[in-house]
C-alpha cells in the first residue's frame, strides 16, 4: 500500500499516526505546505497573550520526531498542485527548490483544512492586517505587538476573535471587537452569549455588533478601519476572524463533489466521489449527527477522529464517522461558554420541533465556598423529550455539564434520562441535584404538563395589551430592586392565603429569580384552578434576554 | 391524602417537598428526630476544619421555611416509636415534652437514614470518641477541637474519614488513620487509591493499613487507642467511620422485610412490603444498576431522587427507580478520587467476565499551562465492550470524566462509543483526544485484538521463571530513573531496526510511561511476528499497583 496524505496538522497527522499502526508496511507520505506538522492550532492565541510563554510547545510533534516514530516519508514546504486521478499521482510543488514532480498513491487522504475568509474590501492588503491559522501567522502579530501595537480591532466575534481579544487584552492593547451580527460568538444562542458580552465589556473590550468593517485606510500612524455605519476605528493591528472557508480547490480541480457551502463531499467511511480519495478535518461537508443534514464544522476532535477513521478504512477495516455534534467551547477571563448539538436558531431554520428550558444552578453546593452560577439551556423534542442541543454559560463546571450532554446526545437520551442521572456529588463538585438533574426536572416537568412555561422569547413576543398577568414571587427586597414591567409582587411565601389578589379570569405568567420558587407558585395556582405558566429561568433569563446581564 | 414522613433530611425532605408540588391539599407530616430538617451532612467535615466558616450556611432550609413555603406539618425532636399497620397509625416520642401519642396516616415514607458502625469494643463510650453523622456531632467535635485537642486517630478510611483527616489536618492536629483493610478507600480498587495514600502521607497524615482498634483506654491526657497489632496511639479525640448501618427497627419491627444486610426492601416503585408504606435513602436495600443485584449505597443523590419517586407513587404516579450506580467523588489535597459503577474487586465476587484498562492523560492539553494528570481505569464486559464501571484519580478533571462515564453506565454505551465522544476542547479545558477517548481508544484496541495487554495484576501474578521476556521502550534517560526489574531498553525509535535483539520463542511484554509507546511498539513486534502484549498504562500503573506513586 501506497497512501499519499495532504496536509499534516490534525486530520492528516493523526491518519499518518494511524496508518502506520496498522500497517508497518505500507509506504506513508506526508506532504505539508507549511514548515512543521502537527501543531496546536488552538493554542496560536494563548502563545500571542504569552500564557503559553514558549513557542516551541505549540509543535506538538517534530517533524523529526514523526519521521523516525512513524517510519513517515515527510515532506515538508511542500504544496499538492494538482491531482491525476486517472494516473493515481499528485504533482508536488517544493516550495523552497521550486521543483515540481510527481508521485503515485493508491490511496489518498486530503486534509488541506479550512483558510481564514478575506473579503476583497478596499485596503485588505495594507500591512497590519493579518489572519490567524499557523504558527507564522502567529509570529506575524506576536512581532507586530512586540513593536509599538496600541490599539487593535478584531473583526468578528466568533471563538477565534474572543480569544484573541482577551490575549490582546493580556498585553495591554486597546481592543476594539467588530461583528456583523446582532450577537457575539454567533454559533451560540444571543442570550446565552450576553454574560460573555458583559465581561468582554467589563474587562475593557469595546464590542461594536451589528456593524462589519468597509474599508481600510493607511495612515502614519497605521490604519483606519471605517465602518459600515461610518464610525472609523484607528489601529496598528487588525485581525480577520469572520469565518473559514474549505481549502476545496485541489479537490474542485480534480473533480471531486463538493457541498453548496464549499466542503469536499465525503460518505461515511470519508471516501470522496472517488474511492481512491478521503478527505478529512475543515475541508469536508460532514452530516450534523443530530438534524442529519449536510453541515461544515471546523473542530480540532472530529477532524482527528475522521484521521484516523480514514486511514482505518484505506487498510480495510469498516470504520465509520456517525458526524459531529458541533460541541464546542470558549473561555474568556473566568467565564466559559459552551455547547453541543444544533442551536435554536438551526432548530428554527430547519423547522423542527422543539422545546426549551433555562436553569441558573450553582456548579457545586451552595453551601461549600466558592460556588459559581451558570446559565443551561437545553433544548428537546417537542414529543419524545429527546435531547437536540444545549448551552451554557458561567464559571466553572460548564465545561462538566456540556460534556455530560454531548453524551447523552450521542445516545439518544432523552430529559427523563437526565432527570435520573446519577453524577459525582460532593460539595466540592456538584450538588445533590445536580445542574443536569434540575435541567431534566424542568424540561421533563414541561412536557409531563406539571409545570407549564413560558420563555422569554415569547414573553417578549406579546403586544403590551394581551400581555398576561404578571406575578413576581420574589421577596420584597428583590422585587423593588428590580422587576420586570408590569408585574405584581406576592412573595411566595404569602402566594396562599392571598390567592383572591389574583385574577380568574386570566391567563396568569409567574417568575421568581431562577424559576424554583415560580414553579411551586404554579404548582399552587394550578391546583387551585388559575391558568398559569412558569417564566423559564425567571428573572435571570429575563435579564439575559434584554442584555441587562 | 395524608401523608407522614418519617425523617427530614435528604430523602425525607424531598419528598415533602415534592408531595406538596404534586397536592395542595394533602395533608404532610413530617416528622425529625433531630432539631433541624434539611441540613447538608456531606458538609460537615468542612465546617469542622473551618472551609465552611458559618454553621447556618449548613441548614439547607430553616423548619419555619418548609413549613410556610410547602405548607408542611414539621414535628422536629420527635421520633417515632412504632408502626401499627393494622391501624394505621404512628406512635410518636415528643422529645423535649416527653409526650406519646399517635398519628394516621394513609401512606407512609421511612427516610430514617443511617447510622455510624459502633462497634462494642472496650472502652468505646469513653469521652472522646465520636461518630459524625449529624450537626450535633459537628458540634461535639469541633468543641472538642477547640479545647485542647492535639492528637487525632480517625478509626476508618472511607469517605468520611479521609475528608475528617483533610479538616484535621487543616486545623493542625496530627492526625492517624487507621483501616482495617490493606487500602484506604474500600470502595475503589486498591491501586487508584495509591496516589491519594501518598499524598495523605506528604501531608502528614499517618495511614496504618490491616489494622483495627481494638480498645480504647483513657488515660489523664485522653485516650490511647490499642490497635490489634499491639501498637499504642494516644490522641485526645477518635473518630469512628467505619461504616453505617440502616436505620430499620422501626421497619423490623413493624414486620416489613429487610434485606441480609439490613436494608429495608422496596420494590422500583420503592414500596415496603407493605404497599402503604414506601421506604427511601440510605436505609434502603436498592439494586444495583449495573449487575441487577441487591446492594446498600449510601449516598445524597440517589436519596433524593428516591424522596421525589416515592412521592409521586404516593400521588397515583408511575415513576420507578432504576437502581444505583454508586457515583461517589472524593476531594483530598487538591487530588480527586471518583468512581461510577462496579469495582474490579466486586465484578470478581460477582464472576462477571470483565476486561480492564489504564490510561494516564492530562486533563487538558499539555501544551497550555497547568495540565494535572489523571489515572483512569475502565472496566467492561468482555464481549460486548458494555461499559461497566469506572474510577479516576488525579488533579482537575477527574470529576467531568467520571461523570462522563457514568451516563454512558447509564445509556449503556460500550467502550466503542467512548472512541467517538465529542467533548468540549479548547487548550484549557480538554484536549482534541479527550481521556475519554484515549480510554476508548485503549480499551477498543483490547477488545479488536489490535492491542493485545496486560495488566500489571496479571503482570506480577507470573512466577519469576514464567515471567515473559520484558521490553522497556522508553528513552535510556528514563529507563535509568527506575524501570521494573528484569526489562531490556530499547527506545521506541530505534526499535525497528534492533528486532533481531528480541526473542522470537517467548512472547515479550512491552512498557513505556503511560502505554502510547507501548502500543506503538506492540503494533510494530505484532505486524512483524512476535508474541507481544502492551502493559496497560505502563510504568505509571505499574508504580500505582507497587505503591510507589
Redesign the interface.
Known amino acids: 500500500m501506497k497512501l499519499v496524505i495532504i496536509g499534516g496538522v ?1 486530520g492528516g497527522a493523526s491518519a499518518a499516526a494511524r496508518a ?6 505500507a509506504e506513508i507520505v506526508l506532504i505539508e505546505r507549511g514548515p512543521e506538522v502537527s501543531f ?1 492550532n ?2 496560536l492565541p ?1 502563545h500571542i497573550g504569552g ?3 514558549k513557542r516551541s ?2 509543535l ?1 510533534v517534530s517533524p523529526e ?1 514523526m519521521k ?4 513517515l516519508d515527510v515532506r515538508l514546504r511542500s504544496s499538492v498542485e494538482s491531482i491525476d486521478r486517472e494516473k493515481k499521482t499528485v504533482l508536488i510543488h517544493d516550495l523552497d527548490s521550486g521543483r515540481k514532480y510527481e508521485e503515485s498513491y493508491e490511496k489518498l487522504i486530503l486534509a488541506p483544512g479550512a483558510a481564514p475568509l478575506r473579503p476583497p474590501l478596499n485596503g485588505i492588503d495594507s500591512p497590519g492586517i493579518y489572519t490567524l491559522r499557523n504558527l507564522q501567522d502567529m509570529d506575524r502579530i506576536k512581532s507586530a505587538l512586540d513593536h509599538g501595537v496600541r490599539e487593535a480591532v478584531v473583526v468578528g466575534a466568533g ?1 477565534i476573535g474572543i ?1 484573541l481579544a482577551e490575549n490582546l487584552l493580556q498585553r495591554g492593547i486597546k481592543t476594539t471587537i467588530v461583528e456583523l451580527q446582532d450577537q457575539i460568538l454567533p454559533p451560540f444562542d444571543r442570550e446565552i452569549t450576553t454574560p460573555i458580552l458583559k465581561k468582554l465589556h467589563s474587562e475593557g473590550v469595546e464590542v461594536i455588533l451589528g456593524d462589519s468593517a468597509e474599508s481600510f485606510e493607511q495612515t502614519e500612524d497605521g490604519l483606519i478601519v471605517h465602518l459600515q455605519s461610518g464610525r472609523q476605528l484607528p489601529a496598528q493591528l487588525v485581525s480577520l476572524s469572520i469565518g473559514v472557508r474549505p481549502e476545496n480547490q485541489l479537490a474542485k480541480d480534480a473533480g471531486l463533489k463538493v457541498g453548496q457551502r464549499g466542503g469536499i463531499c465525503v460518505d461515511e467511511s470519508l471516501q470522496t466521489s472517488d474511492p481512491n480519495i478521503y478527505a478529512v478535518g475543515d475541508a469536508i461537508q460532514v452530516k450534523d ?1 443530530v438534524l442529519d443534514i449536510p453541515t461544515q464544522i471546523p ?7 475522521q484521521g484516523r477513521i480514514a486511514a482505518d478504512h484505506v487498510f480495510g477495516r469498516s470504520s465509520t464517522y ?1 458526524g ?8 474568556f477571563q473566568g467565564l ?1 461558554a ?1 455547547m ?1 448539538g444544533p442551536s435554536e436558531k438551526v432548530l428554527q431554520r430547519e423547522d423542527r420541533a422543539y422545546r426549551k428550558v433555562y436553569v441558573h444552578p450553582n456548579n457545586h ?1 451552595g ?3 466558592g460556588a459559581e452560577s451558570m446559565t443551561l439551556k437545553v433544548l428537546f423534542d417537542s414529543e419524545s423529550g429527546k435531547l437536540l442541543g444545549a448551552q451554557a454559560v458561567g464559571g466553572q463546571g460548564v ?2 455539564r ?3 450532554l ?3 446526545i ?4 432523552t430529559v427523563y ?1 437526565l ?12 450538588s ?3 445542574p443536569i ?1 434540575m435541567a431534566g426536572f424542568v424540561a421533563a416537568g414541561l412536557l409531563r404538563g ?1 409545570h407549564p412555561q413560558i420563555d422569554v422569547a415569547a414573553w417578549s413576543a406579546f403586544s403590551e395589551d394581551k400581555r398576561p398577568w404578571l406575578l413576581d414571587v420574589r421577596t420584597p427586597e428583590e422585587f423593588s430592586a428590580g422587576h420586570i414591567p408590569g408585574a405584581v409582587n406576592i412573595p ?2 404569602e402566594l ?1 392565603p392571598r390567592l383572591e389578589e389574583l385574577p380568574q379570569d386570566q391567563e396568569i405568567v409567574t417568575y421568581c429569580k431562577v424559576g424554583q420558587r415560580g ?2 407558585a404554579t ?2 395556582l394550578m ?2 384552578g388559575f391558568s398559569v405558566r412558569n417564566l423559564s429561568g425567571g428573572y435571570t433569563s429575563y435579564l439575559q434576554w434584554t442584555g441587562e446581564i
Open positions: 490534525a502506520r499502526r496498522l500497517s508497518e508496511d496546536a488552538c493554542g494563548y500564557k503559553i510563554e510547545k505549540l506538538l520526531r523516525s516514530r512513524f517510519n471563538y480569544e449527527f473542530l480540532a476532535g472530529p477532524a482527528n477522529r456517525r459531529t455534534q458541533g460541541t464546542a467551547i470558549l473561555g466559559t459552551a453541543t453546593a453551601y461549600y465556598p465545561d462538566k456540556i460534556d455530560v454531548a453524551v447523552a450521542q445516545a439518544g437520551m434520562d432527570e435520573e442521572m446519577e453524577l459525582a456529588y460532593a460539595p466540592q463538585f456538584g445533590a441535584k445536580d438533574n406539571d411566595i411565601d396562599r414553579y411551586l404548582r399552587i391546583q387551585s
